[in-house]
């Protein structure tokens, strides 16, 4: 059964100590208000850490804990203590609330940053550094393994694992049984391939979704622009969906045809301070998913 979700980006939470964001309790009113029943975890630290008080505000509202994810620079060596205590702190919260996926992401590098949605001129990694860095998710990926969860790698705009080669590189050097792939159609997009295609050859290693669109006209003015990527979700290169270049009907036909099982988690990352209302954004995802058939 595919069931539905949505996720603090959506209300413009990228990082735990932003004083722009909203209240965790506010998102999760929200989020139910809007017609959904599970809710991701959010950066450590937005939520509550203590299990107890997070668990009555998830309950109060009728949500269950789906995932959390680890968007930190898996990229940067000197930042490997920090990324391990992140792990460890979601797996923990995780566990708590009986949620099931981790999903790791590799945060934007300032190298990466210029050439989002420009696959040909992105800068690679030498031998050594992709080395490193495989061995950074495999290591996380084992944590979660080892806390019961399953760990989904996350292809995201601005950092080293954007685009489809490398994720692919990524999945044939990091043993399936540690990692399968949390797929987010929309970063997808902006990176410049199909997301559609990308599912179908993989759809077997695909352990959860995230439901994202793109607006093509604003993604076509920040690639040109090199627009960097907080800047292009302020401009609204993540739009509502049905509204973008994702074919979600595709999508649906995809997950029912394998026998897809379990969340699909909607993700419109948007501007804390912008002008939009978050709630208002989320009643609309759900109300376009349930005309496909979601």
């Given at each position: 059964m595919i069931q539905i979700g949505n996720a603090p980006c959506s209300w413009g939470v990228e990082f735990a100590d932003d004083p722009r964001n909203p209240s965790w309790r506010r998102v999760l009113a929200e989020a139910a208000e809007a017609g959904y029943r599970g809710i991701?975890?959010?950066?450590?630290?937005?939520?509550?850490?203590?299990?107890?008080?997070?668990?009555?505000?998830?309950?109060?509202?009728?949500?269950?804990?789906?995932?959390?994810?680890?968007?930190?620079?898996?990229?940067?060596?000197?930042?490997?203590?920090?990324?391990?205590?992140?792990?460890?702190?979601?797996?923990?919260?995780?566990?708590?609330?009986?949620?099931?996926?981790?999903?790791?992401?590799?945060?934007?590098?300032?190298?990466?940053?210029?050439?989002?949605?420009?696959?040909?001129?992105?800068?690679?990694?030498?031998?050594?550094?992709?080395?490193?860095?495989?061995?950074?998710?495999?290591?996380?990926?084992?944590?979660?393994?080892?806390?019961?969860?399953t760990v989904g790698v996350h292809a995201h705009a601005a950092g080293f694992m954007d685009f489809e080669p490398e994720l692919e590189r990524l999945l044939e050097e990091v043993d399936e049984s540690l990692l399968k792939i949390c797929f987010d159609t929309g970063h997808h997009s902006y990176a410049g391939f199909d997301p559609v295609a990308f599912m179908r050859r993989h759809i077997q290693r695909i352990s959860y979704m995230h439901f994202k669109d793109i607006d093509p006209a604003v993604k076509a003015r920040a690639i040109a622009n090199r627009t960097g990527f907080y800047d292009a979700c302020a401009q609204g290169i993540f739009c509502n969906l049905g509204k973008g270049d994702v074919d979600f009907a595709a999508v649906r036909q995809v997950l029912l045809e394998n026998g897809y099982d379990g969340w699909c988690t909607v993700e419109q990352d948007c501007d804390p301070a912008g002008p939009t209302k978050p709630v208002e954004d989320a009643a609309a995802n759900r109300a376009f998913l349930s005309t496909i058939g979601f």
């Open positions: 991701e975890l959010g950066p450590v630290g937005f939520m509550p850490e203590d299990p107890a008080l997070l668990g009555e505000g998830l309950a109060e509202h009728g949500l269950t804990l789906i995932g959390g994810v680890v968007f930190r620079p898996f990229h940067d060596p000197a930042a490997w203590e920090e990324l391990q205590d992140a792990a460890r702190r979601t797996c923990r919260a995780l566990v708590s609330h009986g949620a099931r996926h981790l999903v790791l992401i590799d945060s934007i590098s300032p190298r990466r940053a210029p050439t989002a949605g420009r696959a040909r001129e992105a800068e690679q990694m030498d031998k050594a550094e992709w080395t490193a860095f495989a061995g950074r998710f495999r290591e996380i990926a084992k944590m979660g393994a080892d806390h019961g969860l």
